[in-house]
């Protein structure tokens, strides 16, 4: 869960992107075709477990409608500004001068990407500093005062501030295969890969 609603891309030990595709928004189900042979990996009954799927079979994923499910939920903040050393005394220097300009509760959090692409990383990230709001209405509606009283661009950022929780049902025409805890790991064994049927852009996947 926290790889396919965070904000950050994972790599595979070959050097490739992990794809995430998952139950999301208005997503019922989520069907996958394997043309090779693939591994399954999930969470049952506390225990890490794995499946080994056989080529030409189709996986459907979906909610179970025994779970009680909770969704994501996201935090919101005014980004107010950068700062372009990674130094904490640079952080704590630039927090203490809003603080001096009437700002309190500016906290700093990490925004970018850091690809570990071997031999060479690709790290883009730098820290921001935000001030928490109970809402995405009340980050923009700050946004709008901070900009006026400070003559800065004041932006509305969100990351993910808890993650969702619920049982996904994992089954092929052999029957159940599954009842994962709030993720199943699919990855392929083979180098056919993996098909996703039906892919709603925008609505349901990450």
Do not use: C
Not at 127 to 149: E, G, H, K, T
């Amino acid at each position: 869960m926290a790889l396919l609603y965070g904000d950050s891309l994972p790599i595979a030990a070959t050097g490739e992107p992990l794809v995430t595709v998952g139950l999301a928004t208005g997503q019922k189900e989520v069907r996958l075709r394997t043309h090779g042979r693939v591994g399954v990996e999930y969470i049952e009954a506390g225990l890490r477990k794995q499946a080994v799927v056989p080529a030409n079979t189709e996986l459907v994923f979906a909610l179970s409608p025994r779970s009680q499910a909770i969704p994501a939920k996201r935090s919101h903040y005014v980004d107010v500004q950068g700062v372009a050393s990674r130094a904490p005394a640079a952080v704590t220097a630039a927090q203490n001068s809003w603080q001096q300009r009437g700002l309190h509760g500016v906290t700093s959090i990490w925004d970018g990407t850091a690809l570990d692409l071997s031999p060479r990383p690709l790290d883009t990230r730098a820290q921001r500093l935000v001030v928490p709001m109970p809402s995405a209405q009340a980050a923009r509606d700050q946004a709008q005062v901070l900009s006026r009283r400070y003559g800065i661009t004041a932006r509305v950022a969100e990351r993910l501030g808890t993650l969702p929780r619920g049982d996904v049902t994992v089954r092929s025409p052999l029957g159940p295969l599954a009842l994962a805890q709030n993720y199943a790991r699919v990855f392929s064994l083979e180098p056919q890969g993996i098909e996703v049927t039906d892919v709603a852009y925008g609505t349901g996947y990450a």
